[in-house]
């Protein structure tokens, strides 16, 4: 049984209307300033981190030696700021 789907040109900009009008909310919401709240100063780990940010582990620790990123050392451990991390990635998608 082989189906086919014709899309007609009104429901494709239907889907291009919506998916514009997604994604310039979802920009408004992250570059608004109350969308640093109190959830985004957790600190994270390494792993929590490179989750975030969508690299491995071994990235991380490559742009964190190369001060790519903004980290903190609590004694041995380092730690990521949740809120530094979005500006971080703000000001690197500006450049």
Known sequence: MKLEFTLTQEFK???RTLLKETIQEE???ISSPQSTTAKDDKMLSREEASQ???CSLTSLYHYQRKNLVPYHQVGRRILFSKSDLVNHLKVEAIK
């Open 52 to 54: 975030f940010l969508g």
């Open 27 to 29: 920009l408004n919401a």
């Open 13 to 15: 900009e239907e889907i």
